[in-house]
């Protein structure tokens, strides 16, 4: 028998030809496909197919339906974009809004030592940052700030972060051991959430709050080496506390670490406006402690304080501190002048917004709403259907009052919510006319 040749191998139906060195992959994709026997499909149309499969998905999407349809209505509650603040109120499209939805506790973005001292940073730093912290972007007034926050908090080192988001996703993904098993309360802030999906970690999460659920795991796993246990001092969308006593004491038990974001902590709670840890007496016993700027300190950014042989590798390792922007001068400077603010006047502070929040939760409760938490600053208002809440939300717009909804995801389907919080900057007259649309909206909703 004749030696077959290697073209007539190649030659035989549904094979490619054999490559050649001057065809381009166009040419060779159009050979292929009507060898084949497939379409040659342009660009436009692939595109134009895939415009369609992007259409579908949106169509089928039940949270931009529901996002579409609160559009449509003027309902949507969130995005609004108002004018400029002002003191306890902002101002939008030339109406005073009384802002009941604000969590600058302390009014601090609004205070005007802390304006006088941004405008002097201003002036001496510029108004914009220079780099991260290994590329000249690290400034005296920086590593004072840095100093002052260790103090403040009772903690030997402290990390500056430019956001909240950013320092969670750092500690979890850079910091934390390789061999690390985190166990995660399933209403921690979604950063959290990410950063443990992304660190490809080992990571549980336990029902909320549930002191007992957490126990059950750390058994499971008491023979893992490096056990981690992550929570909220205060949860953000009802304001419970973390029950951090009964944590500490089984991280004690079974050889586990404690890492807490106290975004709503901080300055809130503690003699010594410590935060959650601080009002338990377990400050001591946390080995990281992130809270963003804002709620505190009215200002962008974020800081983790912790001990001394746990930050220490920042430098080195943890990317997301090395490579990213650090806050500009003039805020290193405006929350230095609340840090001094907060050493003088904080009880004072700390003190009266109790007193505001005291003076609406109960109005509140004589007018009939159903409070999820009523122990808390912050004031989670039962109302249950994600249409409803914003409805309701829109209403007391309507009428001159800023309040925040809350649907799913955000909280259990059928438990939407309308979350209320007060500051040092609401006078007597400003509540008494919130109460009044409170009132009026309540009886909106017995009607409806």
């Not at 994709?29 to 369609?52: F, L, Q």
């Not at 609004?80 to 973005?109: H, M």
């Not at 080195?316 to 405006?334: K, Q, R």
């Amino acid at each position: 028998m004749a030696d077959k040749k290697p073209s007539d191998e190649s030659n035989r139906p549904g094979l490619s030809p054999a490559p050649r060195e001057n065809r381009t992959n166009k040419v060779r994709r159009e050979a292929d496909r009507r060898i084949t026997g497939h379409s040659i499909i342009s660009t436009e149309s692939r595109m134009g197919d895939r415009r369609k499969h992007d259409r579908r998905v949106i169509l089928v999407s039940k949270h931009f339906n529901f996002v579409r349809f609160l559009k449509e209505k003027g309902l949507y509650p969130y995005e609004k974009a108002y004018d400029q603040p002002d003191g306890a109120e902002v101002i939008y499209q030339g109406r005073n809004i009384i802002n009941l939805a604000s969590v600058d506790y302390f009014n601090f973005a609004q205070n005007h030592e802390i304006k006088k001292a941004a405008c002097a940073a201003i002036n001496k730093y510029g108004a914009g940052g220079f780099s991260s912290k290994f590329s000249l972007g690290n400034l005296a007034v920086h590593m004072e700030l840095e100093e002052e926050l260790a103090g403040f908090m009772g903690k030997e080192s402290v990390l500056i972060f430019n956001s909240g988001y950013l320092a969670n996703l750092a500690m979890i993904i850079s910091l934390l051991p390789k061999n690390a098993t985190i166990f995660l309360d399933q209403k921690c802030h979604l950063s959290l959430h990410h950063a443990c999906m992304l660190s490809q970690k080992k990571f549980y999460r336990y029902a909320n709050n549930d002191t007992e659920n957490l126990e059950r795991l750390l058994q499971r796993h008491k023979d893992d080496p490096e056990k981690w246990i992550v929570t909220l001092g205060v949860f953000s969308s009802n304001g419970i506390l973390a029950k951090l006593d009964e944590i500490a004491v089984l991280a004690r038990k079974y050889k586990a670490r404690i890492f807490i974001d106290d975004a709503h902590g901080v300055g809130v709670y503690g003699s010594r406006m410590r935060g959650a840890a601080d009002h338990f007496n377990v400050l001591d016993e946390m080995d990281l402690i992130m809270c963003p700027f804002q709620m505190a300190f009215g200002n962008i950014g974020a800081f983790v304080v912790g001990k001394q042989y746990l930050l220490q590798t920042a430098h080195t390792e943890i990317w997301p501190y090395m490579f990213t922007y650090n806050i500009p001068p003039v805020n290193a400077a405006s929350i230095l002048k609340a840090l001094e603010i907060l050493r003088h006047t904080g009880v004072q502070l700390q003190k009266k917004l109790w007193q505001n929040v005291k003076y609406v939760r109960d109005k509140l409760l004589s007018i009939g709403y159903e409070i999820l938490n009523p122990e808390g600053h912050i004031i989670p208002i039962l109302i249950g259907d994600d249409v409803k809440v914003c409805e309701f939300a829109q209403m007391m717009f309507n009428h001159g009052v800023w309040v925040q909804p809350f649907v799913y995801p955000a909280v259990p389907k059928g438990k939407a919510t309308v979350r209320v919080t007060c500051t040092v900057g609401h006078n007597a007259k400003e509540l008494d006319q919130s109460v009044k649309v409170f009132a009026e909206a309540y009886r909106w909703l017995k009607a409806n």
